[in-house]
């Protein structure tokens, strides 16, 4: 893979970090919502997946200051896929709640999705000491 298409595809799941990272901060009770884990009233599941939202913010924001140095944006990438993997478990989780819905089962193969793209730019990005 050249570099032009590392680029892209490191710039691409920036902005998808961002996108996701600024619903789950702005709307944490719609997030939930949608994947039919209905948060109710308990503020704590909102601080959850506001802290989700930052995390996946810090990532964005990760990627695209290590763009162009390899082996920070490795690194990058593969504490992003170890998350994704987390996520997977806990979305997996979440198909076992009575008010799981289609949604709940997109997040999953997308966690899964993700983990496997990144996965497959890790193995194919070169890390060169400069």
């Known amino acids: ?4 298409t590392q680029a892209q595809i490191i ?3 920036s902005a998808v970090c961002a996108g996701a990272g600024t619903v789950q901060v702005l ?6 919502n949608l994947f039919g884990l209905q948060m109710g ?4 599941q ?23 140095q390899p ?17 997977t478990l806990m ?17 999953t193969l997308n966690s899964i999705l993700f983990a496997v793209i990144v996965g497959w730019v890790i193995s194919r990005k070169k890390v060169t000491n400069k």
């Open 41 to 44: 009233s308990v503020s704590r």
């Open 46 to 68: 909102k601080v959850v997946f506001r802290a989700l939202g930052l995390r996946d913010l810090m990532f964005a924001f990760g990627f695209f200051i290590s763009r162009s």
């Open 27 to 32: 709307a944490p009770r719609q997030v939930n």
């Open 11 to 13: 710039t691409g799941l």
């Open 91 to 107: 979305c997996g989780q979440a198909l076992t709640k009575p008010k799981a819905n289609v949604f709940t089962w997109l997040a």
């Open 71 to 87: 082996a920070a944006n490795r690194r990058w990438l593969q504490a992003f896929e170890i998350f994704l993997l987390c996520d």
């Open 1 to 4: 893979m050249d570099e032009k």
